[in-house]
């Protein structure tokens, strides 16, 4: 009796020993993604908010207006060469039909929105997306500078700059946003295969 409960005891501890050596690398691997993920959304969001602050000071949403199209920035292609990743942003409500999100996106955006709208706090995750991508997203909210083309029309936005938006992006919906509102999202595709 005693000797099959050592035996069973054993097989247990090396059960679970065999499954934390095959959980530990992915674990690592998520690890991994989601601290890249964070550098490429944070590096990416301070280099577009400096160009667009810098912009609106030279001229104006006139002048500002192409520097929120983040696939436009130079340091997109870098961090996206260095890491082996696609860099997009997406929404609900999308400026550009560029940015559209695909189901998955919206799965997740439907779930972030839910989540604001409850209060609670919303994180960056990683997904594995079929055999060799993992999906890293974050939340993207609104800032008091962002309201000067996604704010009220009228309002925050002056209807000769909505003229302006509306007429390089005839199906925008990306307005009527207060500071603190979710936005969207990130959305990066990490490329696994060469691992
Ligand atoms: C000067 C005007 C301007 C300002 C200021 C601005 N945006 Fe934008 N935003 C745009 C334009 C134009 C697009 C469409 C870009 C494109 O073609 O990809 C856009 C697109 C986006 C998108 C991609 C999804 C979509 O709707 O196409 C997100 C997310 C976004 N903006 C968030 C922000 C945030 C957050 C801020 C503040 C930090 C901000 N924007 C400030 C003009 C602006």
Redo the contacts with the bound molecule.
Sequence with gaps: MRKSIKIFSAAIMLTAMMIAACNGPQRHDENKYLSQGKTIATET?NA??SE?KA??ARGG?P??????????MPITDSLSKLYNADIK???L???????APDSLELAILNEYQRKFENGDSLHPQILPVGENKVLFTAP????P??????GEIGKQIQDT?YAI?RK??PE???TGYKAGDL???WSIRFNTEDE
Excluded: W
């Excluded at 409500?93 to 940015?99: D, S």
């Excluded at 993207?140 to 800032?143: G, R």
């Design positions: 969001f577009l908010s667009l912009a609106l949403v002048e500002a207006i192409s520097y929120c199209n983040i696939q436009a942003r997406t929404s409500n999308i400026r550009n039909p560029m940015n993207i909210m609104v800032k500078l962002c309201l000067n083309c996604h700059s938006i390089h992006y925008d919906q990306a936005r969207g999202m």
